[in-house]
């Protein structure tokens, strides 16, 4: 403290070489400490409450959906032919059937084949059949499965069928 200042309230003046006595003041908590205290209560709570439903549900893992294999059942059931492709964890089969056109792709055959094995009512079968490249995309669905393809003689017919959420 230079001499031009006032000594402090109560004239007592502080010494730069020896530092003051801090009195202990309990500190206040910071901003973010009750944000973070309710944030890991809340975790721990939903960890408490995910392993209570797995218990009681009798899974280890409750909310893991069972795997629907029918796609890739029906895909190598048929030979896995050429042209068709499986996807998406096998929630998603790809049929490229060969038109005039067409050097590489499925057959009409390889294409029932797998509709019959995905147990395609003969409503689909029919509907597909009777498809005719004027008509543009179609769509079906049964059992928790949904057909969409189109046709063309050129470019033959190309289907898309996936499981639904609600298949699974």
Do not use: F
């Not at 801090?22 to 009750?34: A, K």
């Amino acid at each position: 403290m230079s001499e031009d200042q006032p000594p402090p309230a109560g004239g007592m003046a502080l010494e730069s070489s020896t530092p003051a006595a801090v009195p202990s003041v309990p500190s206040r908590p910071s901003r973010w400490v009750l944000p973070a205290a309710v944030g890991v209560v809340g975790i721990i709570l939903g960890v408490g409450g995910t392993l209570v439903a797995q218990t009681m549900l009798g899974g280890s893992d409750a909310s893991a959906p069972e795997q629907d294999g029918r796609l890739g059942e029906a895909y190598s059931s048929c030979g896995s032919p050429a042209g068709t492709t499986i996807a998406d964890e096998n929630r998603t089969l790809t049929i490229d059937v060969k038109g005039n056109d067409d050097s590489y792709g499925a057959s009409y055959e390889n294409q029932a084949c797998i509709l019959r094995a995905l147990d395609a009512p003969s409503s689909v079968i029919s509907h597909l059949e009777q498809t005719t490249s004027i008509d543009g995309r179609q769509t079906e669905a049964w059992d928790g499965i949904t057909a969409a393809w189109s046709y063309h003689p050129d470019r033959g017919s190309d289907m898309v069928i996936t499981l639904d959420a609600a298949g699974q």
